[in-house]
């Protein structure tokens, strides 16, 4: 157990839908990051907050978003649905600004109809 | 920018028998180096990783992987697999920051290894 945790673990929608992923990160870590997984484009970083200010930036589109609240607890929002988003989606945490070692939550494995 | 590349999307591998995953990676510099593994419907988690000094670095669970400048290369190794290390395997690196750490981290496509009794 990595001490991050993901909701839900899966989520199936329609196209054109919005929905919301939310990472709890480890006790204390003030970093989290965003991945998506997919079988063609591998692990792609998506975005990263150090306690509540974003702090880069990846291969994220502008139908997604996130933030981090005070709490450091971290929401991805995909909005627009295309059958192109059914992926696995990480978050990770960090104690840093700066990445070392990443603890990686189980994903929430997201499926567009 | 910095890439990983990982040529053995595969890897088939007898118990027992020895290891090597490769990993090779673009970087102007010498970069901070990981590898990662990832079970069936779990989160990746670290096995080991390289910031500078022996170039030889352990990690959990037997693995051991060696920094190779001129190679551009960061391959892991375990001497006897077991079966229970059947998983996908993910090399990344990360840029080094001056503050300390690595500033991102890109990873590979992954090698899936398959061990056979």
């Known amino acids: 157990d990595s001490g991050v945790t993901q909701t839900p673990k899966h989520l199936i929608t329609a196209t054109g839908q919005r929905v919301t992923l939310r990472c709890s990160p480890r006790s204390g870590d003030l970093s989290v990051y965003w991945y998506q997984q997919s079988l063609d484009q591998g692990l792609q970083f998506l975005i990263q907050?150090?306690?509540?200010?974003?702090?880069a930036k990846g291969n994220i589109l502008e139908r997604f978003s996130a933030q981090q609240f005070p709490d450091l607890h971290s929401e991805l929002n995909l909005s627009s649905l295309e059958l192109g988003d059914s992926a696995l989606y990480f978050c990770?945490?960090?104690?840093?600004?700066?990445?070392?070692?990443?603890?990686f939550g189980e994903g929430s494995r997201l499926t567009v109809l | 920018a910095q890439s990983v590349t990982q040529p053995d999307i595969h890897i088939t591998v007898s118990e027992g028998a020895s290891l090597e995953l490769r990993c090779n990676y673009s970087y102007g510099a010498t970069p901070y180096l990981f590898w990662y593994v990832q079970s069936p419907g779990q989160g990746l988690q670290l096995l080991l990783k390289?910031?500078?000094?022996?170039?030889l670095v352990q990690g959990i669970k037997g693995f051991e992987a060696e920094f190779k400048r001129s190679q551009s290369s960061f391959n892991l190794r375990k001497p006897s697999v077991h079966w229970s290390d059947a998983a996908e395997y993910f090399c990344a690196v990360g840029a080094p920051h001056s503050g300390g750490g690595a500033d991102g981290l890109t990873f590979g496509k992954g090698t899936h290894l398959i061990i056979q009794p």
């Open positions: 390289y910031f500078s000094g022996d170039t």
């Open positions: 907050y150090y306690n509540g200010e974003e702090r």
């Open positions: 990770a945490s960090s104690t840093r600004a700066l990445t070392g070692e990443l603890f």
